[in-house]
């Protein structure tokens, strides 16, 4: 099974492109090293105050992978404190 976790962040501190990178970087970064897991920019990369992450994950229990992405999902809410998090969304494919 193969679970994502998409994340689209609002960055209203940001006011360019290099801005927006050098605060991104170091939260996917830190996703990957906390959580081990996949983390990348897929979308919206030339605006500048708003960013979609995707984590992903690899696993035979379905339940593990929706919980893991759940903590991580809240550990972004919590510890992230660079912008806001507008939403969150959790896909599972068998």
């Given amino acids: 099974m193969l679970a994502t976790l998409t ?3 609002h ?7 290099k801005e927006k990178r050098g605060r991104i970087k170091p939260l996917i970064s830190r996703l990957h090293r906390e959580f081990n897991i996949s ?7 030339d605006k500048w105050d708003e960013a979609i ?3 992903a994950m ?3 229990d379905h339940a593990f992978l929706q919980s893991a992405l759940q903590n991580v999902a809240k550990w972004v809410e919590a ?7 507008w939403d969150s969304k959790i ?4």
Avoid: F
């Fill in 7 to 9: 994340i689209h962040l």
């Fill in 53 to 55: 992450i995707t984590c």
């Fill in 79 to 85: 510890n992230w404190s660079d912008g806001d998090v």
């Fill in 58 to 60: 690899i696993g035979n």
């Fill in 91 to 94: 896909e599972t494919i068998a």
């Fill in 39 to 45: 983390v990348a920019e897929m979308d919206l990369q």
């Fill in 11 to 17: 960055l209203p501190v940001c006011s360019s492109l």
